[in-house]
């Protein structure tokens, strides 16, 4: 019988050989990677490189390419896994005598436990398990494909896909290119270390307890996570297939606003609901405010302080919004206990204890890793529940989201108007240092909730102006924890990023509103 290692070695060695294949080979990359890795494109890539992969935001390489300034098979040049499929593509695309699909020529990077496109796919979603597991086609990517995109690297996720760090026995763990102490996040870490690297521009991640967000915050880009049944998932691969308790939703990482709500259209404009008859039938359609934006401001969520960035960044956006005259007020979250959403969503997350995920990975020695065994074995709520619990927590959540929209509805009792968005953190704080990622609250609530949620990134970390506030008292154990974990030194630099929340299947007004904070900000 083939041992764990084995497999992991022959799955390296698939990886090592698409990265034999890159044309030209990097040159330059020093034994010690430095701690910062922003630099070393400067360093490994020709100008022609530089210019493709860091000039440009989404839109005007879509530009370029439909223009035929650039070959689609120039803008190759940071294929990770898929060099042969990519190549092809593009010469198939090149040789086109029009452009032809919204996409036409651009590279799209792909989260791997998602499959790609084609028959006899090889997923692995990081368990050693299933190191050569096939399946079919994912019905997202193939409407991505019909519309000219070049898939060509996919992307790393952590052990059973439900950490917030990139890290397995399989692959290894995923850095934050601006710190390699601190992570790039979860479960979509190898998306948001590549963008943040602008080895992609656009990509596709997961999300299912802030998986997008957290990443995308955590590495300084854009990531949006629609509500539910809003994009198939058919095609993709994880554990527990077919639980109903809570589900995740693909969605866009990206280097730029504008380029999340292109995806959204593009993608809605396919109809995926006539293929996947889960999905909503809701086209795309762009939301237009007729009076000043109201957002109410989460300070904190009742259970965690943030750290002294976080709250920097809040005020900072804060002082923008009310400067272009739109309303603010507070969102108090003490009377609405998000420490419940977490029990509730917790609960949902493992309706079978965990039970199905730990026996696949103990079945071929894939060690339980310490954030494996933190989200399954040691919340409180997660057990092996009998049907009629399983029933029971379900209309706890059912209640628990009436409860939150009977909330918000109240916020039109001053003025007769409900506030449009809620401003929020994307997380207690920066990039986590390696193995700390143990609260979700600020990203996992919302999918409780399942309402959309976009990340932006507002500054970074400044040691000078981010004291830690050493009189601070707190109130529970998780806010020890995170208070004890903040170091201004250690996260000095880091990106920090905020969320901009909306009510379910309000996607298009997330987005409109977003664009009017960054107006707000300066930002164009």
């Known amino acids: 019988m083939e041992t764990a290692q084995q497999k992991i070695e022959r799955a390296r060695a698939r990886r090592e050989t698409g990265l034999a294949k890159l044309e030209p080979k990097l040159a330059g990359l020093p034994a010690q990677l430095p701690r910062n890795s922003l630099g070393l494109p400067s360093t490994t890539l020709t100008a022609r490189e530089i210019e493709l992969t860091e000039k440009y935001d989404v839109l005007e390489l879509l530009a370029i390419l439909k223009s035929r300034e650039v070959s689609v098979e120039e803008t190759n040049c940071l294929v990770e896994l898929m060099w042969d499929q990519a190549i092809a593509r593009a010469k198939h695309l090149d040789a086109l005598p029009e452009p032809q699909g919204a996409f036409f020529g651009l590279p799209i990077s792909t989260k791997e436990h998602h499959g790609m496109v084609g028959e006899n796919i090889i997923t692995t979603a990081s368990v050693i398990a299933w190191v050569d597991r096939k399946h079919g086609s994912n019905l997202l990517y193939d409407d991505l494909w019909e519309e000219g995109c070049v898939f060509y690297a996919r992307t790393t996720q952590p052990q059973t896909i439900m950490h917030l760090e990139t890290v397995s026995n399989l692959w290894g763990r995923t850095d934050n290119p601006y710190n390699r102490d601190l992570t790039a996040g979860g479960s979509s870490g190898g998306e948001s270390a590549l963008i943040a690297m602008r080895g992609s521009l656009l990509g596709i991640g997961g999300d299912i307890g802030g998986s997008i967000r957290c990443p995308s915050a955590f590495v300084g880009i854009y990531g949006f996570k629609p509500s539910t049944k809003r994009i198939t998932v058919a095609g993709q691969i994880g554990h527990m297939a077919g639980r109903e308790t809570i589900f995740s939703t693909p969605g866009p990482m990206t280097v730029d606003r504008k380029a999340m709500e292109l995806l959204m259209r593009v993608i809605l404009s396919k109809q ?104 399954i074995q040691e919340q409180p709520s997660v057990k092996n529940m009998t049907q009629a619990e399983l029933w029971q927590l379900c209309y706890t959540r059912d209640a628990y989201r009436v409860s939150y929209a009977q909330a918000w509805n109240a916020t039109a009792n001053d003025d007769g108007d409900e506030v449009d968005v809620i401003l929020c953190p994307a997380s207690f704080g920066a990039a986590t240092p390696h193995q700390q990622s143990k609260y979700w609250g600020y990203t996992s609530h919302w999918n409780t909730l399942d309402y959309p949620g976009a990340v932006f990134p507002v500054t970074t970390v400044d040691a000078s102006k981010d004291a830690k506030d050493l009189t601070y008292k707190p109130i529970n154990e998780q806010d020890q924890f995170i208070y004890d974990l903040y170091d201004p030194e250690l996260f000095s630099g880091a990106p920090v990023g905020l969320q901009i929340v909306g009510r379910r299947l309000q996607e298009e007004k997330v987005l409109a509103a977003l664009e009017l904070v960054e107006q707000a900000m300066g930002r164009p």
């Open 272 to 375: 995926p609901w006539r293929k996947d008859p889960s999905i909503v039938p809701m086209p795309w359609t762009p939301h237009k405010f007729s009076k000043p934006l109201k957002i109410a401001v989460q300070w904190w969520d009742g259970v965690v302080k943030p750290h002294p960035p976080i709250t920097r960044a809040l005020k900072e956006v804060v002082a923008a919004c009310q400067r272009a005259g739109m309303r603010v007020v507070d969102w108090d979250c003490e009377k609405l206990d998000h420490k419940k959403s977490w029990e509730i969503i917790s609960a949902l997350y493992w309706p079978d204890g965990g039970l199905e995920t730990l026996d696949c990975l103990e079945s071929v020695g894939d060690t339980v890793l310490p954030l494996t065994k933190w989200v």
